[in-house]
Nanobody
Framework: VQLQASGGGLVQAGGSLRLSCAAS????????VGWFRQAPGKAREFVAA????????DYADSVKGRFTISRDNRKNTAYLEMSRLEPEDTAVYSC????????????????WGQGTQVTVSS
């Protein structure tokens, strides 16, 4: 499966953005999707993930209550709705897909899209 992330941009603190992760390939519905982010000088970190059926989600504590992950398997697309953005959310956000379990482990994701930059100004 090939993934393409989009929707990043510059937003003021307190604002919102919606990221999209468009997938090619008919097998998208069988993969769990995760969002990860990496800020300059920092390690990649888990943000959120959703199981293949859309029924199970997981969030990093830092974004819980502010971000919502979802997917539309008919459109082969996953989304990350981000609200109440903070300057600390500034990073390159990437989506990834896997069917190995361990949603928070980036090493289990076999497919990655290119990142999209999210910049939150104070």
């Amino acid at each position: 499966v090939q993934l393409q992330a989009s929707g990043g941009g510059l937003v003021q603190a307190g604002g919102s953005l919606r990221l999209s992760c468009a997938a090619s390939g008919r097998s998208f519905r069988s993969y769990s999707v995760g969002w990860f982010r990496q800020a300059p000088g920092k390690a990649r970190e888990f943000v959120a993930a959703i199981m293949w059926d859309g029924l199970t989600t997981d969030y990093a504590d830092s974004v819980k209550g502010r971000f919502t992950i979802s997917r539309d398997n008919r459109k082969n697309t996953a989304y990350l709705e981000m609200s109440r953005l903070e300057p600390e959310d500034t990073a390159v956000y990437s989506c990834a897909a896997q069917n190995a379990g361990g949603l928070r482990n980036p090493g289990l994701y076999g497919y990655w899209g290119q990142g999209t930059q999210v910049t939150v100004s104070s």
